[in-house]
């Protein structure tokens, strides 16, 4: 038998940094309280709860349409359904984005501090992630358009962008998609966009309303509160939605996903109230933070469900995250994304946002 006769995967398959979800235990294996992945505090929707534990028959296929998601999605943003595709979480439909219109030797660009799902997409269908500067954690419009070349074929912005919590307005939007050529796809990630105030809304729905190469996600993981059934969805126009529907799951959300989703669309007092709490509770901890800017605290300004920190001083982000962690909370440490100085936490309930507060202000007075 000859050597190496095993399997090799493909060279930008190996290049592949594996996704690294949120922790929710210690290193010692003692349980946390998980303010790392972006889960909504509040819980899921009573409605939401309802459906899933009403009697379905395992036995059978979900609707591989997702039909009547999709109608209800449709009805509430105005969208017609055939215009929109569902997916097992966002997450399908990013890769299946990058995996249609990009492959080897096209370029699909990004910002820096981005969803790290990104050169994930990329890179799994052999075409070539490029990071682009941002602006203060924030993505730069004018550095993207000029990261594209003439093997562009994909462009990702999360707005609100994770992990850095920014947004950028709905006339920044439209510049981008303005100065993109016709043949490259704009993929606006709206996974936090239902926590922006509706009257900051970016506009991207329009734009995939209006243009034939706008692809817009949304998910249920975040304000919804079903992140563990798996189920988001995208729109666009017709060529774009048909090639994600040629290349999707062929039953890619379950039966209890379609329930469970379809029940939470029509709960949108739990929406408004979770947004309510979320911005309540995000501007305390802001002002928690800003109160420690002697110390070299710094919250980059967010529009999710999250803060970033970043610790500029004495006090840094690694002894922070093991005092957080002391205290029983797990929080999200990104070095591997170029941000050891920073701690991304998840918008909890207000103890826990008192109990985060008050471990950094402990450290930071402290001088540790
Ligand atoms: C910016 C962004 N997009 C997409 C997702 C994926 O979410 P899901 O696959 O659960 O819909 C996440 C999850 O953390 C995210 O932060």
Redesign the pocket.
Known sequence: MPENASPQMKPWIAAIHAYVPGKSKSADGKPLVKLS??ENPLGTSPAALEALVQPRSPRDYPDPDSTALRGAIGKLHGIDPARIVCGT???EL?NLAAQAFAGPGDEVAFSRFS?S?YDIAARRCGATPVEVADRDFTADVDALLAGVTDRTRVVFI?NPN?PTGTFIPRSELARLHAGLPGKVLLVV?R??AEYVRPEDDDGALELAARHDNVLVTH?F?KIYGL?GE?V?WGTGAPGIVDALNRIRGPFNVTLGAQAAALAALEDQDFVVHSRDHNLAERTRFVAAIEALGNHGLRAVPSEANFVLVLFEGKLTAEAALHAIGDAGYAVRHLPGQGLPQALRITIGTAGQMDDIASVLRGMAESGQ
């Open positions: 992945a972006n979480g966002s997450d990013l969803f799902v999360a994770n990630d996974a936090y998910t993981s992140a798996r988001g």
